[in-house]
């Protein structure tokens, strides 16, 4: 760890060198890139035993997944879709066993200067992740850096296998993380662990990455999809109308002041008076049998 800057360094040449090989980001992407056979930087599926876990698999494995434009467009469009379709409970977002994703393209953001950054409004496609209202399970396996661990702070909930590494090396780059590393890192792991990471760049395990709270469970490597995908199916049993008010609740108690969340909760909790669902599962309850919920 002591070394992790001369680490990361050797680390990203031979990401950009790799990444070199790879097509070049198309500059405009279609609703056409929809279907599954034309992604050209994810895949995604629909499993479960219901059909109603969405996956999305991000493939760039000769770049260890490096996260360019072109992919974070992708997984917007295959939130968007999965967002849509009323048969999809949660999504599983994850990447290869040796890297979910080391980080974000280099190579591609090398040429970047501060105007074109703002007037491009550079890294905007990435707030898709964030603003779903679906529940969104991080899958990770191997790296997640910089990028890829900002990308998996964005979900709801991260699940890693046991030989996982979450880090942002981005002071070794002469920049900062840009797309919340700084900000929902501190908000989990407390300021002196978030400044520690990010001033050294150091990785933590994914036991550690546990013990402070960023991923909620650690099994083994080869289990890690299997258990994300449990997890989803067990979401999917409740109402995916009551599940995005939790949801958003949560996100409420993560961004706000104690009396404003509880102010939120309360409210929303009123709110679920109104809907079918409420009664139904309060219904089946006091009836002793299984909930029959519609989403209304």
Known sequence: MANIAKIFASRTQSMLQAAARQPQVATRFSRSASTAGNWEFIKTDITGEK??????????????????????????????????????????????????????????????????????????????????????????????????????????????????????????????????????????????????????????????????????????ADQLLAEAIKLAEKIGTHSSLIVQLCKESVNTAYETTLQEGLKFERRTFHATFSTADRKEGMTAFAEKRPANFTNE
């Open 51 to 220: 059909k109603n876990v969405g996956v999305i698999t991000l493939n760039r494995p000769k770049a260890l997944n490096a996260l360019c434009n072109g992919l974070m467009k992708e997984i917007s469009i295959a939130l968007q879709q999965f967002s849509k379709d009323k048969n999809i409970a949660a999504i599983v977002l994850t990447g290869s066993e040796k890297a979910f994703a080391a980080g974000a393209d280099i190579k591609e953001m090398l040429p970047n200067t501060y105007s074109q950054c703002i007037q491009g409004n550079f890294l905007n496609d990435w707030v898709e992740v964030a603003r779903t209202q679906k529940p969104i399970i991080a899958a990770v396996n191997g790296y997640a850096l910089g990028g890829g661990c900002e990308l998996a702070m964005m979900c709801d909930i991260i699940y890693a296998g046991d030989k996982a590494k979450f880090g942002q090396p981005e002071i070794a780059l002469g920049t900062i993380p840009g797309a919340g590393g700084t900000q929902r890192l501190t908000r989990v792991v407390g300021k002196s662990k978030a400044m520690e990471m990010c001033l050294t760049g150091n990785m933590i395990s994914a036991q550690e990455a546990e013990k402070l709270g960023l991923a909620s469970k650690v099994v083994p």
